[in-house]
Structure formats: structure tokens, C-alpha cells
């Protein structure tokens, strides 16, 4: 069989527990191709940077609402409080998924109404846009949404983050399609103008249950036509959490493939076991889509 990896110019960023299984899982979906293929990715850290070229550790989706100066310094500290009292919920090793899930769901649920309160319309998350430089996508982002598009494959944005803002900078650097791009996140609802807030949509969207069965649940069959027959998926993920984002996608497990590839972004020596026996991949500190273009080069046939 070949080998794929062989060649690959950025092998040093690359980790990779077995090579045989990955390159067997490679050949299947160049084999059946684009039309078998969908796509299932994180957005904060996994689409977008951890760091940028100094080094200097980069913002989420909900760090950019969070510190922006467009809001009053008392939406911060009420943001902080939130973080302060459930983080430790969430990062707590003797508490079970189960037993976090419930203060996190709170967290998330009470973070959203916050920002209800001070997100009155469409045009403020516009403006904690404009103009930031700590919110980045990975270099080839870009490339790779327009070969996914070009080549009809759909692609789901599954994020604990804000989906409005996650939203907003897709559609501004041409990047959302709405026929093939799909978000399950956390949005906020507005009124018939589309401009003033008035509640929040369900489901609020944690780390707990961001997967195929929640979007599934929240999305009607039309809308969801674009996945049916797809059968082998591209997971991208940048915590260990994120490897179940493909369960509830309907697959016959006899025939589909799954390429897990992880974004290892700090805490290397700490994490890299766990990641290699979970992913298919790690690409460890490496602030590019490099690989995850080349399997696209490689189904492509462009290599």
C-alpha cells in the first residue's frame, strides 16, 4: 500500500500511532471520493490560530465579545465571575462527564442570557469584528472551505463557541455557503427585522454535547439532505472532547471512514499519548490546515 505521509513536507509537526490504519483509511476515501465525503470540524483552535507568528496567545470566539471595548467594563467582569465559578467544573479530574455536564449546560445558558442583555443588535457583533487581529484562522483555511466547496462537500462547524460572531467572519471573507456550510453553535435569536435581539435559540451548545445526534435534533430533514449517503467523514478537533462531535451522523460503520486528526495546541509532553491513541493524526503547534489540504490534494488526485 502507499504511503501516503511519504513526501509530506511538514511530517516534523506531524504524530502518527498507525501509519498502516491511516494510510488504509486514506486510500478508501480517495477511492470513493468527493461525493462520499463530509467534513466535521471545531471552530475556536481548530479553525482558527492558538498563537499567532509571536507567539502570543490568540482569542476565541467568545474571548472577542468578551474583551471587546464596544461593551462596558461591567459585561467583563460579570463574564469573569461566570468563568471563576464554572471553569472548575469543567476542568475538574474526579468529576465524571455526567456530573459536569449539568454546570456547565448552566454556564452556558447564563453566559448566552448575559449577553442578551448587552448584545442589543446585529450591527455590535459587526463591530467587535471590525478590525481584530486576535481572532485568526489557520493559514489555508481559506483553500481549503473553497476546495471543499467546489467540490459540493458539506461542511459542519460544530462549536461551544459564539455562532453569530463564528458566523459573521465566515460571510465576511467569503467563506460561508450556505448550501453546504453548516453551524451548530450558540446563536442569538432576533426579531422579523434580523437586527434587535429578543432571546436566544435552542440549543445552548457546550463541549458536553456538541455532536451529530444535538444537530441532527435541531435541524430539519430538508436541511439536512446535503450529509445523506456521506458516508466517510474528515473529524478536526483540538481537545480529546471533541472526538465524539461525529456520533448521531447516520452511517452504515461497515462501510463509512473516519479520519480523526487532532490540533495539539499546548501541553504537548502532557497530552500527546492520550491524542495518538484517540486521533488518527496530531499535528502538534502548528498553526496551518497544511495537512488537512493534502488529503484534499490527495482525493483530488493533485498529488
Given at each position: 500500500m502507499m504511503d501516503y505521509l511519504n513526501g509530506y513536507e511538514h511530517k516534523k509537526n506531524l504524530r502518527v500511532k498507525d501509519s498502516a490504519g491511516l494510510n488504509k483509511k486514506l486510500e478508501k476515501i480517495k477511492e470513493d471520493s468527493f461525493e462520499h465525503l463530509q467534513v466535521i470540524s471545531d471552530f475556536d483552535y481548530t479553525l482558527s490560530k492558538y498563537h499567532n507568528g509571536d507567539g502570543d496567545r490568540l482569542d476565541s470566539s467568545w474571548g472577542i465579545i468578551e474583551k471587546s471595548s464596544v461593551f462596558p467594563s461591567s459585561f467583563r467582569e460579570k463574564c469573569r465571575a461566570l468563568f471563576n465559578k464554572y471553569h472548575p467544573y469543567e476542568v475538574d479530574p474526579q468529576l465524571s462527564i455526567p456530573e459536569k455536564t449539568p454546570h456547565v449546560a448552566e454556564w452556558y445558558t447564563k453566559l448566552i442570557e448575559l449577553m442578551t442583555v448587552y448584545i442589543?443588535?446585529?450591527?455590535?457583533?459587526?463591530?467587535?469584528?471590525?478590525?481584530?487581529?486576535?481572532?485568526?484562522?489557520?493559514?489555508?483555511?481559506?483553500?481549503?472551505?473553497?476546495?471543499?466547496?467546489?467540490?459540493?462537500?458539506?461542511?459542519?462547524?460544530?462549536?461551544?463557541?459564539?455562532?453569530?460572531?463564528?458566523?459573521?467572519?465566515?460571510?465576511?471573507?467569503?467563506?460561508?455557503?450556505?448550501?453546504?456550510?453548516?453551524?451548530?453553535?450558540n446563536f442569538l435569536d432576533f426579531d422579523e427585522s434580523c437586527k434587535k435581539v429578543v432571546g436566544i435559540k435552542e440549543p445552548v451548545v457546550h463541549v458536553f454535547n456538541k455532536n451529530g445526534a444535538s444537530y441532527l435534533q435541531h435541524t430539519s430533514p430538508t436541511e439536512n439532505e446535503v450529509i445523506r449517503g456521506r458516508k466517510n467523514i474528515l473529524l478536526f478537533g483540538d481537545s480529546l472532547g471533541d472526538l465524539t462531535m461525529s456520533e448521531g451522523i447516520p452511517q452504515n460503520l461497515d462501510e463509512s471512514t473516519i479520519i480523526k486528526i487532532g490540533f495539539l495546541n499546548h501541553d504537548v509532553e502532557a497530552y500527546l499519548d492520550r491524542y495518538m491513541n484517540e486521533y488518527d493524526v496530531v499535528i502538534i503547534d502548528d498553526q496551518t490546515m497544511n495537512f488537512p489540504l493534502q488529503v484534499l490534494k490527495l482525493i483530488s488526485k493533485d498529488m
Open positions: 442589543t443588535d446585529m450591527e455590535l457583533i459587526k463591530r467587535s469584528l471590525s478590525g481584530c487581529t486576535d481572532l485568526q484562522l489557520r493559514d489555508g483555511v481559506p483553500d481549503f472551505v473553497s476546495r471543499l466547496y467546489e467540490h459540493h462537500v458539506p461542511f459542519l462547524i460544530f462549536s461551544a463557541g459564539f455562532g453569530e460572531l463564528i458566523k459573521e467572519l465566515m460571510t465576511t471573507l467569503g467563506l460561508f455557503h450556505s448550501d453546504y456550510t453548516k453551524i451548530h453553535s
